[in-house]
């Protein structure tokens, strides 16, 4: 059985069809990529896989679950986590505190023992510290704990974005362009951290990406989104030489 | 190398560390200031008079502080919640004044105000805090004008056959002569045990100041702050939202009660008017928390005792009191928001002076 199974999955906003028919199929431990021309389609997706949209058709199935239309909270207990095309950190606190807010639901003490201060407080605290660093030094941020995460560069904000969507511990992981707006030394660094994090933390990963040598470089399967439509979908040398897909993306 | 990172990170706790003991060495200052002007008689009697009532006002803006600035909700009914622990906890002293002594009455009185308050907080932030944008503020200012002026018709006496309630009139409670009216209308609440001292004021605002800075640093603040900064984002790591936005209204609630218990204990004769309970009110305690810096609760301590006890201290200017209130108000809001001056404080401010000298040793 696949890890995410989606089956004619579909959304309308009024009267556009901003996704139609979609499916895909993702096995445990696999890189897949999900590509296509600006506008395709492949934000709202993801929209619908962590149930910030809710989908008009389909189904969508996490290792056998169904979690259609759940709660986005809910969708993320079960195992999926993801990052934003704009990044989406809290701007306001730490980088330390990022990743500890994405520990909460593995680590816990109640309101009045945070209140009240009790031995729990210090000893849950200390644990998320030790854990929140330790996801943080896969990426080399943990030198960066107490700078607030506004400030963080424009590709350190992206690799944070990462590591808290790491924190919930996730099954499925899913990214939107992590590469955009980096310049190509940063490109390949990123890549190589995501070769190590599927291993690190034997994590499935969905990506978006606009960058062809990130998508050719790393990802086993790839499907093509255009127009709401999945144009092309296999392993990725076959889907990199279908016609049909050199015309409609990589042509242009 | 872990352990070096660990120790760095436990000098970043203590930073917040560091702002609890500044706030609360201003409530202690403020407190030895006015003590000692007290005891050398250069306190006028209208000036004494406001010590209980700054503290009131205060703790109400230290909780409206931590809905504005940690929840990131737009409050105007907090004079409201202040309102409930005002009412609910004379009248509790009122109703046993005879039956129970002094100090557990007061203590019973405290916590069953704050509770209250807690509970109205709560139960309007049920269907509210679903709601995005300007929600909030519309239907806490509609609560704080609808418990204003139910009490000013709300009518309750206790008599030999138990607790009677009418919102007509005193004749409609039906009472029997041995009976008294707790609650009279318009009137309010007359001889309420003036229990509220200076220093009982000033106990209660430290602890409040601690409650909410250990509740801002826990791992439920830091899910709420999260919640603040990027709602979605807070979803998508698996944060209950509705739960901890409730939490946090409802305890920034429970705070306002806090000094409405307070405020009702050191009046004979309480009552709800727009000055004191309604919506003017509200939006003072937000300008408190405003001009004292949103997310700054030392801030909105010291805001609210200038801006409380200036009108009183300016008097001898007679005509030239409003002009120079109307100054400092324009002073106060640059200190705290022109960015000149917020990068002139980063660079020159206690803070960086305190860095300075740690960077030297
Ligand atoms: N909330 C929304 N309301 C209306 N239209 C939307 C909404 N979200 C996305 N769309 C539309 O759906 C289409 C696909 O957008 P998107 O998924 O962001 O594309 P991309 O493949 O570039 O990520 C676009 O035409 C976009 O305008
Ligand atoms: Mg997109």
Redesign the interface.
Known sequence: MSLLEVTNLGISFGGLRAVDEFNISIEEGELYGLIGPNGAGKTTVFNMLTGIYKPTDGKIFLDGTDITGKKTAEINKAGVARTFQNIRLFGDQSVLDNVKIGLHNSFKYGTATGIFRLPKFFNTEKKMDEKALEILSVFGLDKFADVLASNLPYGKQRQLEIARALATNPKLLLLDEPAAGMNPNETKDLMNTIALIRKEFGVTILLIEHDMKLVSGICEKLTVLNFGRVLSQGQTSTVLNDPEVIKAYLGE | M?ME??K??TT?SNKSTTKLIATIAVIVILYAVMTILDATGSLTSLMKGLLVPVCAYSLVAVGLNLCVGYLGELSLGHAGFMCVGAFISAFFSKAFRGTIPDVPRFIIALVIGTFFAGLFGFLIAIPVLRLRGDYLAIVTLAFGEIIKNVINVLYVGIDGKGVHFSLKDMMALGMEPDGTVIVNGAQGITGTPRQSTFTIAVLLLIVAVI?TH??V???????V??I???Q??????????TKYKL?AFTLSAAIAGVGGVLYAHNISSLTATTNTFGYNMSIMILVYVVLGGIGNFSGSIIAATLLILLPEMLRGLANYRMLIYSIVLIALMLFNWAPSILKWREEHGLKAIIKKKKEVQ
Not at chain 2, 218 to 223: D, P, Y
Not at chain 2, 232 to 241: K, N, R, S
């Open positions: 872990k990172k660990l760095k990170l970043g409650v250990n509740f640093n826990s791992r439920t603040g830091r899910a702050k999260a603040r900064d990027n979605i984002a807070a979803e998508t790591v698996g944060l209950p939202i939490i």
